[in-house]
Nanobody, 123 residues
Framework: QVQVVESGGGLVQAGGSLRLSCAAS????????MGWHRQAPGKQRELVAA???????DYADSVKGRFTITRDSAKSTVYLQMNRLKPEDTAVYYC?????????????????WGQGTQVTVSS
């Protein structure tokens, strides 16, 4: 059984900062890419930031220069540091992990999502 669990959301004023954390657990053999997506009410889910196993990163244009994604491979954890938050950053933030885990005497590679954490930025 694999679990992906986010934490760190909350309410913050515009210009403030939040740090999201996401931990993957279970019979994990290897974690490949990890990332953060968000979904605002009435909008499609969009990629916010992603990081590969080698540390390469990618960001949505709307968050470049304000958000930073990092990972601690030893802890199977990815972080999203969000600075200079804007009201338009308000959304449910979801973590996903592309990983390989042990299953049925072998291994299985799949993409797993967390339950989401709410981020609300007030103006």
């Amino acid at each position: 059984q694999v679990q992906v669990v986010e934490s760190g959301g909350g309410l913050v004023q515009a210009g403030g900062s939040l740090r999201l954390s996401c931990a993957a657990s279970g019979s994990i053999f290897r974690i490949n890419d990890m990332g953060w997506h968000r979904q605002a009410p009435g909008k499609q889910r969009e990629l916010v930031a992603a990081i590969t196993s080698g540390g390469s990163t990618d960001y949505a244009d709307s968050v470049k220069g304000r958000f930073t994604i990092t990972r601690d491979s030893a802890k199977s954890t990815v972080y999203l540091q969000m600075n200079r938050l804007k009201p338009e950053d308000t959304a449910v933030y979801y973590c996903n992990a592309d990983l390989t885990h042990y299953k049925g005497g072998g291994s299985y590679t799949g993409n797993y999502w967390g339950q989401g954490t709410q981020v609300t930025v007030s103006s």
